[in-house]
């Protein structure tokens, strides 16, 4: 007998942008992005590039005609919830998009692309005065530092004339503007929400790579998708730029050139937590049917923690609710796995990523005399930071960032430390930190370390 098919109803959004051949910008990223997030994706392309990780080798531009057949097509079958525009190209097709956008009644988000990553230029220089009708209907306009000046003819270099680009796209009738800081030289990115309520910021940490390319097309494409979900439009800003600081962390590395943005990063991490979860409970398995578990268990207790192969915050970081204890027959965690439980031991393995990016797994153990001994009997590559020189810090994250620093300093491009460890400080417990890149590798050493321990 036939199955009865059982559709799956999603939002619908629409890209107008060009065709990137390389795969990691235009059409291509646009549709990638909103099926991460979602929603089913449709288009319009203005234009063929041939172009791949290291620039643009050609442009073709299609006739306003067939740009403006595909809006047809599409709006007159699908209940489009939300637009994104990319590379328009023409004079002609930005009047023709603005035109439309005018007519309907859903949110869009124009991302104005003039100029590639690479440094080639998208879009002819009589269509950039084209571009204010454009920006007139936009619900959000996505410039960058170069593109921001084009639009509005003030040059951005701070946070101040950010925001003044913002305000003078707002006040061109943009119902808001995310000027992009990536461009701007600041230690962290900002990138500046305006609206004619004031302002937002978002500040992220700048990532040392120059695989950036499809990340304007990107995020506009994860805001454009989270405002067909029905979003309030700061909500959908805040997660673009969530998603976006995962792509950019975790790059693809294609092609000859820099690479592209991941644009299925958080899908990916979404699917391992489930087997990340399970690692962590088969190590805590392995600890307490070992008696000699015992020997490893600080005060304060254990905790085992396992990050996601995209780990970005302690929300990524599975580990024991409650820490495992020591009981008279050995040791029991106070109860299951589960992700976010962690803030100690998971901010720690966080920042030990930093500098030894395959490290997903720690666990704290207690440190003392018999356990430094230990240590030296296994012959691990030890490291150490002494909390007494911390600095004066609110937070326990900056704590563990410091501590993984000082820790990791000098091992570039040698063995990485297997354990850490600090001897502690008034009110601070004397611990040992070890780090394996898999769960069994980090279960091997737990339990060595406790039967060196034992044997004491």
């Known amino acids: 007998m036939s199955r009865h098919a059982v559709p799956d109803r999603r939002p619908v959004a629409l890209t107008v942008a060009g065709s990137d051949s390389g795969g990691g910008a235009g059409i291509q990223a646009d549709l990638k992005t909103m099926e991460a997030h979602g929603v089913f994706g449709t288009s319009a392309v203005t234009s063929v590039t041939a172009q791949h990780t290291r620039g643009v080798e050609s442009t ?67 269509a950039e005065a084209a571009y204010e009708a454009l920006v007139r209907e936009a619900t959000l306009v996505t410039p960058n530092a170069d593109e921001a000046a084009v639009l509005t003819g003030i040059s951005v270099d701070d946070e101040a004339t950010m925001r003044g680009v913002g305000e003078a796209l707002v006040e061109m009738g943009a119902t808001a503007a995310l000027v992009k800081g990536g461009h701007v030289d600041t230690d962290d990115v900002v990138d500046l929400l305006v609206t004619a309520d004031g302002s937002r910021r978002f500040e992220s940490p700048r990532v040392d790579t120059a695989a950036t390319h ?15 979900q029905g979003a309030p439009l700061e909500s959908a800003v805040e997660t673009g730029v969530g998603f976006m600081r995962r792509a950019l962390r975790y790059p693809l590395d ?61 929300d990524d970081v599975a580990a024991v609710e409650g820490r495992i204890t020591r009981t008279m027959q050995g040791v029991r965690p106070n109860r299951g796995v589960r992700f976010g439980a962690s803030s100690h031991v998971a901010r720690f393995l966080l920042s030990a990523r930093e500098f030894v990016p395959s490290y997903r797994f720690a666990a704290n153990c207690r440190y003392d005399e018999r356990v430094a001994r230990a240590l030296d009997d296994l012959g691990w590559s030890v490291a150490s930071f002494d909390r007494t020189d911390e600095p004066t810090a609110d937070e326990e994250a900056s704590t563990m960032g410091w501590g993984a620093m000082r820790a990791f300093d000098g091992h570039e ?36 370390l406790a039967r060196a321990v034992d044997e004491e």
């Open 60 to 126: 073709h531009v299609l006739p306003v005609e067939e740009v403006d057949a595909q809006l047809t097509a599409v709006w007159s079958d699908f209940d489009v919830a939300a637009v994104k525009t990319g590379m328009l190209a023409t004079t002609p097709i930005v009047e023709r998009v603005a035109a439309r956008l005018a007519a309907w009644d859903v949110p869009s988000v124009v991302d104005p692309v003039m100029v590639a990553t690479s440094g080639d230029r998208l879009l002819a220089p009589e």
């Open 214 to 228: 499809g990340s304007g097309c990107t995020l506009s494409s994860a805001i454009a998708a989270s405002l067909a």
């Open 254 to 314: 294609v092609g000859e050139g820099p690479g592209s943005v991941h644009h299925l990063v958080a899908l990916r991490d979404r699917a391992a937590r489930h087997e990340t979860g399970e690692a962590v409970e088969r190590v805590v398995d392995r600890l307490v049917t070992t008696r000699s578990s015992r020997a490893i268990v600080p005060e304060v207790g254990l905790n085992v923690a396992g990050a996601t192969p995209y780990a970005e915050e302690t």
């Open 413 to 448: 491009g040698g063995e990485p430390p297997v354990a850490v460890v600090d001897v502690g400080d008034v009110g601070k417990e004397p611990m040992t930190r070890v780090l394996a890149a898999d769960a069994e590798t980090l279960g091997d050493r737990l339990l060595a």
